[in-house]
C-alpha cells in the first residue's frame, strides 16, 4: 500500500521567504508527527497532531514554525522568514494511533531544506 | 526523558551476525524500547521493539537484559542492505490533549557499516 509521502523532495529558497512542506499520511492513520533532521543527528522532534488538533507542539523552535492539518489528513509545515539554520531535512511521519505507547511510526523520505 | 548511549559506528561482515548494544540506565518501568534504523537518505523504518522480554521479529531480535538497563539488537545475518544508522529509543509516555502516545526521542545512534 501508499506509505508517508511528502512534497517536495527538494526545496532551495532564500533567506527571509516563506516555504511550506506537505506530508501525505498513510490513509486512516489519526496521529502524525513532524521532525526535522540536521546532517549527522537524528532527527528531532516538531510537533505531534492526533486528528486535526496540535497535540502538542513542544518541539516547535519559535514562532516562524507553525503546522496545520485541517481534516486530519494532509499535513502542512509552514516555516516563515526563513533563516540559514533551518536548513535541515524535514520528516513527517504517521501512525494508527490506536496503539499508545506501541504504535509504529512509518516515516516519509522527507523534504530536504536549503537556505541560501 | 530517558537517555540511551549507543556506539558511534561498528563494522561486520556480510552474512555475519551483528550485535547492536545500547544502555539506558535511567530507563523506567513503564518505558519500551524500540529500535529504528535509517537506510542513506531515506527516512526511518521501525525495526523492534520490547519491554521486558526478548522479541524477535523477521528483520532481527531484541535481547533485553534482566535489570532492563541494556538492551541489544541483533542481525542475525548481516547484507549490504543492513547499513544504516540504528537507533535505540526509549519510548516515552507523555500525555498530550488527553491522549497518550509516544514522541520519539532520537539519539546519534550507530552507524553500522557492512562490508562484502
Known amino acids: 500500500g501508499a506509505g508517508v509521502s511528502q512534497t517536495p523532495s527538494n526545496k532551495v529558497t532564500e533567506k527571509g521567504k516563506y516555504v511550506e512542506l506537505r506530508c501525505d499520511p498513510i490513509?486512516?492513520?489519526?496521529?502524525l508527527y513532524w521532525y526535522r533532521q540536521s546532517l549527522g543527528q537524528g532527527p528531532e522532534f516538531l510537533i505531534y497532531?492526533?486528528?486535526?488538533?496540535?497535540?502538542?507542539d513542544s518541539g516547535l523552535p519559535n514562532d516562524r514554525f507553525f503546522a496545520v492539518r485541517p481534516e486530519g489528513s494532509v499535513s502542512t509545515l509552514k516555516i516563515q522568514r526563513t533563516e540559514r539554520g533551518d536548513s535541515a531535512v524535514y520528516l513527517c511521519?504517521?501512525?494508527?494511533?490506536?496503539?499508545?505507547?506501541?504504535?509504529?511510526?512509518?516515516f516519509g523520505p522527507g523534504t530536504r531544506l536549503t537556505v541560501l | 526523558d530517558a537517555k540511551t548511549t549507543q556506539p558511534n559506528s561498528m563494522e561486520s561482515n556480510e552474512e555475519e551476525p551483528v550485535h547492536l548494544p545500547c544502555n539506558h540506565s535511567?530507563?523506567?518501568?513503564?518505558?519500551?524500547i524500540h529500535w529504528y534504523r535509517q537506510l542513506p537518505s531515506q527516512g526511518p523504518e521501525y525495526v523492534i521493539h520490547g519491554l521486558t522480554s526478548n522479541v524477535n521479529n523477521r528483520m532481527a531480535s531484541l535481547a533485553i537484559a534482566e535489570d532492563r538497563k541494556s538492551s541489544t539488537l541483533i542481525l542475525h545475518r548481516a547484507t549490504l542492505r543492513d547499513a544504516a544508522v540504528y537507533y535505540c529509543?526509549?519510548?516515552?509516555?507523555?500525555?498530550?490533549?488527553?491522549?497518550?502516545?509516544?514522541?520519539?526521542?532520537f539519539g546519534q545512534g550507530t552507524i553500522l557499516t557492512v562490508h562484502p
Open positions: 490513509s486512516g492513520h489519526t496521529a
Open positions: 535511567t530507563i523506567s518501568g513503564t518505558d519500551y
Open positions: 497532531f492526533q486528528g486535526t488538533g496540535a497535540a502538542d
Open positions: 511521519a504517521s501512525s494508527s494511533g490506536l496503539a499508545g505507547d506501541t504504535d509504529t511510526q512509518y
Open positions: 529509543i526509549l519510548r516515552d509516555r507523555t500525555n498530550a490533549g488527553g491522549t497518550s502516545y509516544g514522541k520519539l526521542t
